[in-house]
């Protein structure tokens, strides 16, 4: 069965520090690959997204980056850590080109920036 | 370009009483409807899917929705709702992607 893995669950960094998030799913081929970001109070925000290594398409300007360095790996990064970018951070995965079944999210990571 | 709107942010109700969790979308062409769950500090979780056929569509935890392409809507519904499903709810639509609702904050009282 496919699973999706998040890490860490939480994080405490200082303001101008760097980030490092990480994504893996096992159990299928060639996912689609996102990452949503949740303030408090807040809907989902979507980030980034990736149909294939190498492949990232960012749906708003900010401060952080993302990169799929294997098939199965998605990362977010950030050189500088903003007050304004604490949040919730979700990891999903979806079967490309086949949105009948959905997103499947990891657990998230709570990003506070101190 | 598909669009969905949550129209309660918040919606408190006791224990035991049902409860109606409203959503609308806008699309051009047949869409796939979904709703997921959220727990505090927790990822998302399916509910339920509409893809085609009934337009009354049953989930987990006894929850259900019903599809009505008149109306362009996808309310989920509870005849009897628990502690346990305080929770964040969000609606979904997906054409070309996914887009996402507010989210429905609800909270249920003993």
């Known amino acids: 069965s496919q699973t999706i893995h998040q890490w860490p669950a939480t994080l405490v960094q200082p303001v101008g520090s760097p980030l490092s998030l990480e994504c893996t799913v096992e159990?299928?081929?060639?996912?689609?690959l996102y990452w949503y970001r949740q303030a408090a109070g807040r809907g989902l925000q979507l980030l980034f997204y990736?149909?294939?290594?190498?492949?990232i398409s960012s749906e708003v300007p900010q401060n952080l980056s993302a990169s799929r360095p294997q098939d199965r790996q998605f990362i977010l990064s950030s050189k500088k850590l903003l007050l304004s970018d604490s949040g919730f951070y979700l990891c999903?995965?979806?079967?490309?080109?086949?949105?009948?079944?959905?997103?499947?999210f990891g657990s998230g990571t709570r990003l506070t920036v101190v | 370009a598909q669009s969905v709107t949550q129209l309660d942010s918040q919606v408190p109700v006791f224990e035991e009483a049902p409860v109606e969790l409203r959503c609308n979308y806008s699309?051009?062409?047949?869409?796939?409807l979904f709703w997921y769950v959220q727990y505090p500090n927790q990822g998302l979780q399916l509910l339920l899917k509409?893809?085609?056929?009934?337009?009354l569509v049953k989930g987990i935890n006894g929850f259900e929705a019903e599809f009505n392409k008149s109306q362009t809507s996808f309310h989920l519904r509870k005849p009897s709702v628990h502690i346990s499903d305080t929770a964040e709810y969000f609606c979904a639509v997906s054409e070309n992607d996914m887009r996402f609702g507010a989210g429905t904050r609800l909270t249920v009282k003993p």
């Open positions: 509409y893809l085609s056929g009934s337009t």
């Open positions: 990736s149909v294939g290594i190498g492949q």
């Open positions: 159990g299928t081929s060639n996912p689609n």
């Open positions: 999903a995965w979806s079967v490309g080109g086949h949105l009948i079944y959905g997103y499947t």
């Open positions: 699309s051009s062409v047949s869409v796939y």
